[in-house]
């Protein structure tokens, strides 16, 4: 393979990465906000891999074993981080935390409404047979 | 030399090569992105796929028809398209399943660019961890399935024009930056570099210092020059730089040699330049594109603990950071936060 698949590789990761900042900036989800960047870190392995290729040398690939490693650090994190947001606003929207902002910026409102939902399907009710055994009361340490 | 304007920039053919198919790519991701209303799905993947269509005609360097290329537009087509359901399909767990396939597709392309530890590593640790982590934490949070929040999105045009203009300058830059060129300097000469080296292996049979000369041929008074070009053109791989070493070391020992016209020491430079110089060929295709080696875990385990050390180390560190520092944050129960 000559050099020149190498522009169609970091093509690959240019448009990897553009995706990633667009996820990263238009969704309010917070997981989905880090999938995003974790897209962005895929697009810049795509990069350092083919480079590598066309140098000959494995200077790249051991760079995107450094990113993996600090990929599953920020995952770790992110995640107990998440978790902790989510325990006080029981939501993973990031417009809840509109406070963290700087000043002078507006809120960002929802003020169109959502389409009607289609009625969720009534399932049949079954009358429970026998007796029901005595269970304690959950208790969720979410 | 006149300075080159914007307007310089704009008008050549290849800005607009880089700027269609990023905006229509762009307006694709708009009608996709998640709206209470004026989210377009049929039209935006119809649109999205036009986009791709000109970005595989325009943006890359259509090849011969090996399966190489085949499976090259193949994965990378699935990680687009993947990627794009990723970020504009409103429920995050069907999401986080399209961006697992954005992974398994970007492992195909690290295997077709002779990275297969890489592409072990990186479906274990991406696709097989941090993707279930995530679909754990989801399935914790968001039992009830979409939010309100899911089906808006923040800022929908201007974030896609952001990234069309990210996608477009970046590949304007690369197709103007004449990958072709880059050919002629990363690629190995390899054919006069092969001429080279045998005609030193058969000077080194030869009986006086004379006859080798004669056998060199042009390459006689500079052959030392011919070498280190070679070197050069291979100096990011180890035999290139042994090469150069092995030049640096010898170059006195080689002027004084061949004035006194002294056949032995001669001799063993010229063995020793023809092996190093064969070693090195070996590590090139007939078309001047490097190999990588076989061993490509061994080649790794070489470079990470002897190049990069210190970051393996710092890496480590690192990891037992994060774990402590992970453990230390979830586990804080009943702390109201202000």
Redesign the interface.
């Known amino acids: 393979?000559?050099?020149?698949?190498?522009?169609?590789?970091?093509?690959?990761g240019?448009?990897?990465?553009?995706?990633?900042?667009?996820?990263f900036?238009?969704?309010?989800?917070l997981?989905?906000m880090?999938?995003?960047a974790?897209?962005m870190l895929?697009g810049v392995?795509?990069n350092l891999?083919?480079f590598?290729?066309?140098?000959?040398?494995?200077?790249g690939?051991?760079f995107?074993?450094?990113i993996?490693?600090?990929?599953?650090?920020?995952?770790?994190?992110a995640?107990?981080?998440?978790?902790?947001l989510?325990r006080?606003k029981k939501?993973?929207?990031?417009?809840l935390w509109q406070d963290l902002r700087e000043h002078g910026l507006e809120p960002?409102l929802?003020r169109?409404?959502?389409?009607e939902q289609p009625p969720q399907p009534r399932f049949p009710v079954l009358t429970p047979s026998g007796l029901e055994p005595a269970h304690r009361e959950e208790t969720s340490?979410? | 030399m006149p300075q080159r304007t914007v307007l310089d920039v704009l008008s050549g053919s290849t800005a607009w090569k880089a700027l269609i198919p990023a905006a229509v790519g762009m307006a694709a991701l708009f009608l996709l992105l998640p709206r209470p209303r004026g989210r377009a799905p049929f039209i935006g993947a119809l649109a999205g796929f036009i986009a791709l269509t000109m970005m595989g005609l325009w943006w890359t360097h259509l090849g011969p028809v090996l399966i190489e290329n085949l499976l090259f537009y193949s994965f990378a087509g699935g990680a687009i398209v993947a990627g794009a359901r990723m970020i504009t399909h409103p429920n995050p767990v069907r999401s986080a399943l399209a961006f697992a396939l954005v992974v398994l597709c970007v492992c195909g392309l690290f295997l077709l660019q002779a990275a297969p530890f890489l592409m072990a590593a990186t479906m274990i640790v991406y696709a097989g961890a941090i993707v279930v982590t995530f679909l754990f934490v989801i399935m914790l949070a968001q039992q009830e399935g979409l939010s309100n929040a899911d089906l808006r999105s923040h800022e929908a045009l201007f974030s896609c024009i952001a990234g069309g203009v990210l996608a477009a300058a970046l590949v304007a830059v690369l197709l103007r930056s004449g990958l072709g060129r880059m050919q002629q300097v990363l690629s190995f000469p390899a054919e006069s570099a092969a001429n080279l080296v045998q005609r030193t292996r058969q000077a080194s049979h030869a009986t006086t210092v004379k006859a080798m000369l004669a056998e060199l041929g042009d390459d006689g008074p500079h052959l030392f020059t011919s070498y280190s070009r070679v070197g050069e053109a291979a100096r990011g791989s180890a035999p290139g730089r042994e090469l150069l070493i092995y030049l640096r070391d010898t170059a006195p020992h080689w002027d004084e040699a061949r004035r006194a016209g002294n056949v032995e020491a001669v001799r063993p430079i010229l063995a020793g330049l023809a092996d190093r110089g064969e070693r090195l060929r070996a590590g090139y295709d007939a078309d001047g594109s490097p190999r990588l080696p076989a061993e490509n875990v061994a080649a790794l385990g070489v470079s990470l603990f002897t190049d990069y050390f210190l970051a393996v180390e710092l890496a480590g560190g690192m990891l037992l950071v994060a774990t402590i520092g992970a453990i230390v944050i979830a586990s804080r129960r009943g702390e109201r936060l202000r």
């Open positions: 393979m000559s050099a020149l698949p190498l522009q169609n590789y970091l093509v690959v240019a448009i990897l990465f553009s995706l990633g900042a667009i996820g900036l238009a969704r309010r989800n997981i989905v880090f999938l995003s974790e897209m895929q392995a795509v891999v083919a590598s290729r066309a140098h000959g040398n494995v200077q690939q051991s995107v074993l450094f993996i490693t600090i990929a599953a650090c920020e995952a770790a994190l995640m107990a981080l998440i978790l902790m989510y006080t939501s993973l929207d990031v417009t960002t929802d169109e409404p959502l389409p340490n979410a």
